[in-house]
């Protein structure tokens, strides 16, 4: 599991909680892993969303 948590200092939360993204890569079984998703959590994560990316 990684976990990609907003700056709070840049992004206070908001009273009901910071967006958060589940992200959940796919392939068959065969292919694929969750440093897929580190661009797109890094991403999120400079703009207020709270992301999780399983494996």
């Known amino acids: 599991l990684d ?3 907003p700056d709070i ?3 206070p939360p908001p009273p009901d ?3 958060t993204v ?3 890569c796919g392939g068959a079984w ?3 892993y969750r440093m897929w998703a580190f661009l ?3 991403v999120l994560q400079r703009n207020g ?3 999780l ?3």
């Open 3 to 5: 976990v990609y948590s």
């Open 9 to 11: 200092a840049a992004h």
């Open 17 to 19: 909680g910071f967006p």
């Open 22 to 24: 589940l992200f959940v």
């Open 30 to 32: 065969m292919i694929g």
């Open 40 to 42: 797109f959590g890094w």
């Open 49 to 51: 969303v709270f992301c």
């Open 53 to 55: 990316a399983i494996d």
